[in-house]
């Protein structure tokens, strides 16, 4: 398959992309691993406002905002593939991808032009005792069993951590008849964030919504914990139990279920494994591309949009989406210098405004350094390969280990099946803290291609030449 | 340890969990079905043999390998349902006979 434009992501930047790219004259196909568009801020938007409008109240006008961006997708010509998975882009312009997943997939190649990386973000995970056991998820996990299903929590549950999402499940979750037990926040620094409160500004709604969210919160009478210093999850077999303090005081509440979030960082590993040039954000805590004003990396092939390049919100991801479509249009000679100034205007200009508020919330939630580094040495930080922080700890003091690939190859934190998703950004924090440097000097983990898995037979399917033919004809 | 919510009732297909004919939401995810209908386990792990659960629910964490139609390390998250679709926890070592 050809392709001027690759777009990996199906969410409101890949959508907007496609939408921007398609009305520029470029030929482009979205690749997603979901069978619906609308990644996970919009998931399953299109089904749910048709039959579920009474959810679509409660679920709230942000999530609702996403009918008209899938509209002008439907709309827009691009060809899309769901429930795709990239394993892997190349320099040379080609996606490698799976199809149907679960089913009788067909590998495939599309031959691009350019790729335009867009697959959002993940949640940060929030590593404490016991957040392994069954019945320990994600607050994400649960929003999205809401919005894909209409499926809610069954028995008492509480919620834990810190950022705008805990809140917003909060009232969703009470909105739908089926508050949390309590809310536990973890991380919380208003005299922190005030100095970036102007950036905020440009943003009066959302300051109100997040006001709102906590007036709803308490009124609904939902115990309410600020300053949660520490938090177990206790078995045996199940979470059962959830331990914490708070205010100097130890409290215990008795639980069928724990959902857990911490903010949310890119969802790196595509990016990461083109080898386009990464850097630290001490703000945002974690690795993001460099890119220019466009969603330029530093690869000519490769360009990234939305959360994908750095945490920026739905609306924002959108607008850099649109954007970055407009500039691959005009990097492949579609439109000139001038016409990309102009229709790129309004979407730069909205960009603008929610990069600016971004360090208000960014710091507002900043995750505490116990949260990203845990101090208890029993708390598995690699869920896979089932690695605890001691032994990261007491590996890189012992053995002077200096960064988390001498260290994955001494211990595999970070070689299961979620290829360092889930432990790669705590791996970092604790070898930076044993060591006594940044989380910049340190590094990542190198990722490579698959990242995800394909069998040796998918492999085998693809139609391309052997290196072998080519050196001997 | 999910329940559909009393107003989000509409069309279901019928699956197989662990030998068990049970009703889920057409279109939902087999790891949907698995938190609606199974044991509230979807896979021991490999290394110490602890259940698990799905974590993430959007494809990263891979906490919700699990068998289907007979094929293990199927990520239960990313797989629509249909008539008849056998569901089961992936217990140890991937296609391991436990």
């Known amino acids: ?473 | 340890m999910f329940k559909l919510l009393p107003d989000a009732a509409g069309a279901t297909v019928t699956v197989v969990i662990s030998g068990r004919g049970v009703a889920v939401p057409e279109g939902c995810t087999a790891a949907a079905a698995m938190l609606m209908h199974g044991a509230g386990i979807t896979r021991t792990t490999p290394v110490s043999g602890e259940g698990r659960t799905p974590y993430c629910m959007m494809g990263v964490c891979f906490e919700c390998l699990m068998e289907i139609d007979g094929e293990p390390n199927q990520q239960g998250c990313l797989v629509i349902v249909r008539e008849g679709m056998r569901i089961a926890p992936q217990l140890g070592k991937p296609g391991a006979k436990l």
């Open chain 1, 1 to 473: 398959m050809q392709a001027d434009l690759a777009i990996v992501g199906a969410g409101p930047a890949g959508l907007s992309a496609a939408v921007s790219a398609a009305a520029a004259g470029l030929g482009v196909v979205v690749l997603d691993e979901q069978p619906v568009p609308g990644g996970q801020i919009y998931r399953n938007i299109e089904t749910l406002a048709a039959t579920r409008p009474a959810h679509l109240q409660w679920l709230g006008p942000d999530y609702a905002a996403g009918v008209a961006l899938l509209r002008r997708f439907r709309e827009c010509g691009a060809t899309y593939l769901p429930m795709t998975q990239v394993w892997q882009v190349g320099h040379d312009g080609r996606v490698y991808y799976r199809r149907n997943i679960g089913h009788e997939g067909a590998v495939g190649i599309v031959h691009a032009r350019k790729v335009l990386i867009a697959t959002g973000a993940m949640e940060r995970p929030l590593p404490v005792p016991g957040w392994t056991l069954p019945g320990v998820m994600s607050c994400g996990a649960a929003q999205t069993l809401l919005k894909a299903s209409g499926l809610a929590p069954e028995g008492r549950f509480v919620l834990a951590g810190c950022g705008p999402l805990l809140l917003l499940l909060a009232a969703q979750l009470i909105r739908a008849g089926r508050p949390p037990a309590a809310l536990l926040e973890t991380s919380y620094d208003l005299w922190g964030a005030l100095p970036h409160l102007p950036g905020m500004l440009g943003l009066p709604a959302y300051l109100m919504k997040g006001l709102g969210l906590l007036r709803e919160i308490r009124s609904a009478g939902v115990p309410f914990h600020r300053g949660v210093t520490r938090l177990v999850i206790k078995g045996p077999g199940r979470a059962r139990e959830i331990e914490f303090d708070a205010g100097g005081r130890t409290f215990t509440e008795a639980v069928d279920l724990v959902f857990l979030h911490q903010g949310v960082v890119p969802n790196g590993n595509l990016a990461l494994s083109t080898d386009i040039r990464h850097r630290w954000d001490e703000l945002q805590k974690c690795f993001q591309p460099e890119l220019d004003a466009w969603g330029r990396s530093s690869s000519d092939m490769v360009h990234v949009a939305g959360d994908a390049g750095g945490i920026v919100g739905a609306v924002g991801a959108a607008a850099m989406g649109e954007v970055a479509g407009l500039a691959a249009a005009a990097d492949l000679g579609r439109i000139d210098a001038a016409a990309l100034e102009q229709r790129s205007a309004a979407a730069r200009r909205l960009l603008g405004r929610h990069r600016a508020a971004r360090p208000f919330l960014d710091r507002l939630y900043r995750p505490q350094q116990q949260w990203v580094a845990p101090t208890d040495p029993d708390t598995v930080i690699c869920r896979c390969e089932e690695i605890r922080a001691g032994d990261v700890r007491r590996l890189v003091a012992a053995q002077n280990c200096p960064g988390p690939n001498q260290m994955k190859s001494f211990m595999r934190c970070g070689m299961g099946p979620c290829q360092g998703r889930l432990c790669g950004l705590t791996a970092v924090e604790l070898i930076a803290e044993t060591r006594g440097q940044t989380p910049a000097e340190i590094g990542y983990y190198r990722i490579r291609a698959p990242i995800k898995p394909v069998t040796l037979g998918d492999m085998a399917a693809l139609d391309v030449p052997s290196r072998h033919d080519a050196v001997n004809p």
